[in-house]
């Protein structure tokens, strides 16, 4: 298993009248190879709070409660 944490941001769309604001994430990522197969793996995400990466003044903190993947590497056609 192999665990990382990853921080995305996201700007908004920009539309005349609307103010949306841009949002970010700081999310733990932790990724099973081989599950649940061989050759395919498995990735879990969840928001944390770490406090060397404050919530920027220009953006929202977004969260994300539960994120799972499960991929299959191919071959593009």
Known sequence: ???MK???AYLSPRFVGIG???RDFLMQQ???WD???PGMY???MKSIEDP???PLRNKVRATCHIMALVCKP???A
């Open 35 to 37: 599950f649940p197969e």
């Open 42 to 44: 498995t990735s879990y």
């Open 30 to 32: 932790e990724v099973w």
């Open 20 to 22: 949306v604001a841009d």
């Open 74 to 76: 191919d071959k593009d």
């Open 1 to 3: 298993m192999n665990y």
């Open 6 to 8: 990853t921080y995305y």
């Open 52 to 54: 060397r990466f404050p």
